[in-house]
């Protein structure tokens, strides 16, 4: 599976971005499609998932002011985030989880100045 995500740039505190993750895959056939993020220095973490079934899970950092959602007929999986603050900042990943293998997209970067 093959994953491009988009989207990141530089935004003011409060501010609000979407990124996009376009996979290669017919996302039905995923088991869950998920954004993480890695700031410098950090390890990387996890802040949303969407399972095949719909269901969402959320960091509790990000919870109410992200939101990922999905669009099967494009394959792309998508993060709202809202009410940006300077410690978003980091590069953002989408990944694939198969249950036997995880993928991962190269990541955007996301900078949320003061």
């Known amino acids: 599976v093959q994953l491009q995500a988009s989207g990141g740039g530089l935004v003011q505190a409060g501010g609000s971005l979407n990124l996009s993750c376009t996979t290669s895959r017919n996302i039905a056939s995923i088991n869950a499609l998920g954004w993480y993020r890695q700031a410098p220095g950090k390890q990387r973490e996890l802040l949303a998932r969407i399972m095949r079934g719909g269901r969402t899970v959320y960091a509790d950092s990000v919870r109410g002011r992200f939101t990922v959602s999905r669009d099967g007929s494009k394959n792309m999986v998508f993060l709202q985030m809202n009410s940006l603050k300077p410690e978003d900042t980091a590069v953002y990943y989408c990944?694939?989880?198969?249950?036997?293998?995880?993928?991962w997209g190269q990541g955007t970067l996301v900078t949320v100045s003061s």
């Open positions: 990944n694939a989880d198969m249950i036997l293998d995880i993928y």
